[in-house]
Every structure is written in structure tokens, then in C-alpha cells.
């Protein structure tokens, strides 16, 4: 089975995390699950710890060229808790320094 398409379309993620905030822009990919292959205030108002080093093992073949080479990943669960809904989970890490954040969603 091959890989899904990388996508670039915003409204999907807008309207699944809409407490997220605006999407400059993204890339996303829709996978099944165990198979291998109004807004929140800004992410300064939150404490962001850094990111555990396999943060990004999980992020698929095509999707890592679009991450920042030398990343300075940061976490911050509030910020995760305070994003997510009740009917999307997952991790939200962030690298301030490009400002890109990587959403690992789980539709619940």
C-alpha cells in the first residue's frame, strides 16, 4: 500500500483544532492508525519544555522534508490540552525559532 498523497489544504486541520489558531500554511497526511508507514491565547503564554529527542519518529517519509533542519522542538502540555477537542487527541510540538508546529492528530 503506498503512502497518502501529502495534503496542503488548511481547512481540514482549521476545522478539526479550531481553537489552533490561523494556519500560515501546512502539510498534512491521513494514515490508519497501528499501521506502519475563537483562539487560544499564543503559544508565549504557555511554559514549553524541550521535546523529547524521538519526538518526530513517527512522522512519515514525506513529510520530513518540510521540517526545519535544526529544529528547537518544544512541548507544552497545557498548550496541547488547550488546543485539542474532545473528538481530536494527540501531540502538538512547536519549533519558535521557524515557527512550525507539528500536530500528530488522532481522530478519537
Do not use: C
Not at 20 to 43: C, F, H, K, M, Y
Amino acid at each position: 500500500m503506498s503512502p497518502a498523497s501529502v495534503s496542503t489544504d488548511r481547512e481540514p486541520i482549521a476545522k478539526r483544532l479550531p481553537r489552533l489558531g490561523d494556519l500560515v500554511e501546512g502539510r498534512w497526511q491521513v494514515s490508519t492508525a497501528g499501521i506502519d508507514n475563537s483562539r487560544v491565547p499564543g503559544p508565549t503564554a504557555y511554559e514549553w519544555q524541550p521535546a523529547p529527542p524521538d519526538r518526530g519518529a513517527l512522522l512519515s517519509a514525506e513529510l520530513r522534508p518540510f521540517l526545519p533542519a535544526a529544529g528547537d522542538w518544544r512541548i507544552s502540555e497545557r498548550y496541547t490540552e488547550d488546543v485539542r477537542t474532545t473528538h481530536y487527541n494527540g501531540t502538538i510540538s512547536l519549533d519558535a525559532t521557524s515557527g512550525t508546529v507539528h500536530l500528530r492528530v488522532i481522530d478519537s
